[in-house]
């Protein structure tokens, strides 16, 4: 399961927006993938270690929506250092836009795009980590870049 932890904490930071909860989230997806490693079936590890680390994420989230509190996404943690500032300056804007769109997508589009786009899933192992058919895999997925795609600028 280590070599798949990359891409756990990944999934996690950009599922919950804060590098502090998505690291708590891979720990506890951790420890839940030890408590039930009895119903792994050897086929596809990273598929079901990424099922465990979305479940636990949406566990962190309706604790988060239910206590109220919602941190909001740092920049200085998660935006690169630019050597040219007026560039930095747009692509900035850019990140900040695209960030503001994804997350305005529902959570079952989001997580899919996310899977997709920043963590180069396959459609077969999106199906698998979310628990989903292919096919519903692929009709999010065009939902979600429909929606990316129609969305005002300023969303």
């Known amino acids: 399961m280590l070599p798949h932890s990359p891409m756990a904490h990944k999934m996690a930071r950009r599922l919950l927006r804060n590098e502090d909860d998505a690291q708590d989230a891979v720990q506890e997806a951790y420890l839940r993938a030890v ?3 009895d119903t792994f079936d050897g086929s596809n590890a990273q598929a079901w270690l990424l099922a465990i680390v979305r479940n636990t994420c949406l566990s962190f989230l309706r604790k988060r929506t239910a206590s ?3 941190t909001m996404f740092d920049e200085r943690i998660h935006c690169a250092r ?3 500032a007026e560039r930095a300056l747009l692509d900035r804007e850019n990140l900040l836009t695209l960030r503001r769109r994804i997350g305005s997508l529902p959570a079952a589009l989001r997580k899919v795009l996310i899977m997709r786009e920043f963590q ?3 459609y077969q192992q999106i199906a ?3 628990r989903i058919p292919v096919g519903t895999v692929m009709s999010r997925l065009s939902r979600a870049r429909n929606r990316l795609h129609r ?3 300023n969303a």
Request: no cysteine; aromatic share 12%; net charge positive.
């Open 35 to 37: 408590r039930f490693l």
């Open 68 to 70: 109220g509190s919602m």
């Open 82 to 84: 630019w050597s040219n």
């Open 120 to 122: 180069q899933l396959t």
């Open 128 to 130: 698998q980590a979310a």
């Open 151 to 153: 969305l005002p600028m």
